[in-house]
Nanobody, 116 residues
Framework: EVQLVESGGGLVQPGGSMRLSCLASGLTFSSATMSWVRQAPGKGLEWVATILSDGSMTQYSDDVKGRFTISREITGNRVTLEMNNLKPEDTAVYFC?????????WGKGTLVTVSS
């Protein structure tokens, strides 16, 4: 059984930083592409970032490029999303995804609220 458990969400001020983590189990983490996708209140899903299985390439949406950084452990089973200069528009439930395309499996999400 594949499990993806996100953590690190909460309340943060605009301009602040927050680090999200995703712990994976039940899959070969070293061969899985990992992604972060978010859903803002009342909005649809928005892809945020992806990192390949070997960490050789990362991709970001235009909305977060330059502010967010996705990374993964080489010897472990964790992927992180470092978020900087957060904006109220970043408020969303952030989901961790995994698989060959980074989208086959999903976690339950962690809520990030950016507000003063």
């Amino acid at each position: 059984e594949v499990q993806l458990v996100e953590s690190g969400g909460g309340l943060v001020q605009p301009g602040g930083s927050m680090r999200l983590s995703c712990l994976a189990s039940g899959l070969t983490f070293s061969s899985a592409t990992m992604s972060w996708v978010r859903q803002a209140p009342g909005k649809g899903l928005e892809w945020v970032a992806t990192i390949l299985s070997d960490g050789s390439m990362t991709q970001y949406s235009d909305d977060v490029k330059g502010r967010f950084t996705i990374s993964r452990e080489i010897t472990g089973n964790r992927v992180t999303l470092e978020m900087n200069n957060l904006k109220p528009e970043d408020t969303a439930v952030y989901f961790c995804g995994a698989g060959q395309s980074g989208l086959e499996y999903w976690g339950k999400g962690t809520l990030v609220t950016v507000s003063s």
